[in-house]
Nanobody
Framework: VQLQASGGGLVQAGGSLRLSCAAS????????MGWYRQAPGKERELVAT???????SYADSVKGRFTISRDNAKNTVYLQMNSLKPEDTAVYTC???????????????????WGQGTQVTVSS
């Protein structure tokens, strides 16, 4: 499974960006998808997640400003980021939990994949 992220860039404080992350490859389905970010010198933190049915969760720091959504037909997750702040500057990475068939044992299993990061820089 490959995750291709796009949409990062440089924006002024108060501006908006929309990140996209498309999953491709061989899998039965995609379950949870999410966005994480890591700023220089800081730990990676969860930004937002979305289940296959559309239930969402957000870090407190982005609630009310960021919106995560997905297009299940395209296996793509989006992160709409509004009212951006300099402290949102980080490398944003998407992940996805994919479901696969184990034909040998006639069962399914899940595996988490990570995309490459995309840089988001917010200037003050």
């Amino acid at each position: 499974v490959q995750l291709q992220a796009s949409g990062g860039g440089l924006v002024q404080a108060g501006g908006s960006l929309r990140l996209s992350c498309a999953a491709s490859g061989s899998f039965l389905s995609i379950k949870d998808m999410g966005w994480y970010r890591q700023a220089p010198g800081k730990e990676r933190e969860l930004v937002a997640t979305i289940t296959s049915s559309g239930s969402t969760s957000y870090a407190d720091s982005v609630k009310g400003r960021f919106t995560i959504s997905r297009d299940n037909a395209k296996n793509t997750v989006y992160l709409q980021m509004n009212s951006l702040k300099p402290e949102d500057t980080a490398v944003y990475t998407c992940n996805a939990e994919s479901v696969h068939i184990d034909h040998r044992w006639s069962r399914t299993y899940e595996k988490t994949y990570w995309g490459q990061g995309t840089q988001v820089t917010v200037s003050s």
